[in-house]
């Protein structure tokens, strides 16, 4: 969007519904920023929303015992207050309606006879512009490097049954599970935020904001998301900055008629001090983008480490003692999955459901794996002997291991888990039971 500074351009009155309404969402917008990216700015923030967040605790603690009854219970999520889908982030914006309407029912009796708000406007769509980009380039930066959802996914989530996964964890499973769509969802967010900026894109970053949120907020609401009223000030914030070329928009995409340049009154009287503002959210912004990247970077470096030999979740095909194939589920001790998540360490889980850990000694070059007791509650001297060796056609993904474990002779068949598998294929295999035999002529 084209904003010209013109101190002089005459305004036309707003109508009493556009000055109640700017009113009562200005009063709400403050509330909100309080506890926002916003106040993150103010000399000994940490301390004053700290203040904050507890009167507002004691304030829903004596809503909820004396008015509300509701029965949930009241707790800051991770010590933080603000709007959240906790029993007291909801309760909180109940509040925050209620002081808005009476602001804006008071400030409408008290400056009844103004005609338009037109400067204040400008500086709160300044705020929004503020708050909204940091929110942006907050998330785009940890999905831009895959962080929010961890990618790929750890893989003790593999080993979960889907039906008792909760929507919320199946979906970041679902996010994680592709690190490409994952980092093209952050650099979207990201690309909104910084457009939001600087001025002449403003509309052009609202707009991809607007798209992105309201992804983000149907994801929230169809998955159980706890961030959903948050999530949807966001895309009501991304709303409020295209609402003033709404009609631009139609002319240019619907009546194909021509756009004129849109105009909005400067932000101070004085034409040399309206730079100033852009350049600091411009510095500002890129300074939380590099900050983003960093954080980022360092928390997937930490649920990331280098990964050990034959890293994955490999699920147990055949399971054979002393010569004969175990049928699965005959025996409550044979394995029925291995996992090789770290150094040094072996996990399966046996028929029966309990978890087995050993300690690991691999050796890549003579393919041979020495299994220990990991926690030392058997006889010093147990181990167990296996070479392997890994198939790749025209079976991919398969170990074979053959050794003794507990005085016996064992093989096992290992198929690495399919969601490990993270190259890119151009060419769709479909699995064997999906497969429609062809006949030759």
Not at 171 to 178: K, N, V
Not at 347 to 361: A, C, H, K, P
Request: with cysteine.
């Amino acid at each position: 969007m084209h904003e010209k500074a013109d101190a002089e351009a005459p305004v036309e009155r707003w109508n009493l519904a556009q000055r109640i309404g700017f009113r009562f969402v200005f009063s709400y917008a403050v509330l909100f920023f309080l506890t926002d990216w916003v106040a993150g700015l103010v000399p000994f923030h940490e301390f004053l929303i700290e203040k904050y967040n507890a009167f507002w605790l004691a304030v829903i603690l004596w809503l909820e015992r004396h008015v509300l009854h509701t029965g949930y219970e009241i707790y800051l999520l991770d010590q933080e207050g603000g709007i959240s889908n906790t029993a007291f982030g909801s309760i909180l914006f109940l509040c925050y309606v209620a002081l808005a309407a009476f602001a804006a029912i008071l400030w409408s009796v008290l400056d009844r006879k103004r005609a338009h708000y037109q400067r204040l406007h400008q500086w709160f769509r300044f705020l929004l512009r503020f708050s909204l980009a940091l929110a942006m380039i907050h998330y785009g930066t940890l999905k831009a490097i895959p962080s929010q959802m961890i990618a790929p996914p750890p893989l003790f989530l593999l080993t979960q049954r889907i039906g008792d996964l909760t929507p919320m964890r199946l979906l970041w499973i679902f996010m994680g599970a592709s690190p490409a769509y994952e980092s093209f969802t952050g650099c979207a967010e990201l690309l909104g935020g910084l457009l939001l900026l600087l001025p002449r894109t403003t509309l052009l970053g609202a707009l991809i904001c607007f798209a992105d949120m309201t992804t983000v907020f149907v994801l929230n609401m169809t998955y159980d998301v706890h961030v959903k009223l948050f999530s949807f000030h966001l895309l009501f914030m991304s709303a409020l900055l295209i609402a003033p070329d709404v009609r631009r928009l139609a002319d240019l995409f619907l009546f194909n008629r021509r756009v004129e340049p849109a105009e909005a009154p400067p932000l101070f009287a004085r034409k040399g001090w309206n730079r100033a503002p852009t350049i600091f959210l411009l510095l500002y912004g890129l300074y939380r983008m590099g900050m983003g990247f960093h954080t980022a970077h360092q928390r997937y470096e930490k649920v990331h480490p280098p990964a050990p030999p034959l890293y994955g979740v490999w699920s147990v095909e055949e399971f054979a003692v002393d010569g004969k194939t175990v049928p699965p589920f005959t025996d409550p001790q044979s394995w029925r999955w291995a996992m090789f998540s770290k150094p040094g360490k072996l996990t399966v889980e046996r028929m029966i459901g309990s978890l087995q850990t050993y300690g690991l000694d691999l050796d890549m070059k003579s393919r041979t794996m020495v299994l220990r007791d990991f926690e030392g509650k058997d006889d010093l001297g147990w181990r167990a002997d296996f070479s392997f060796a890994e198939i790749a056609e025209p079976e991919s993904d398969v170990l074979l291991l053959d050794g003794r474990m507990d005085s016996r002779a064992m093989r096992v068949k290992l198929r690495k888990m399919a969601l490990n598998d993270q190259r890119f294929h151009w060419i769709f295999i479909p699995p064997e039971e999906d497969r429609v035999a062809v006949q030759k002529k």
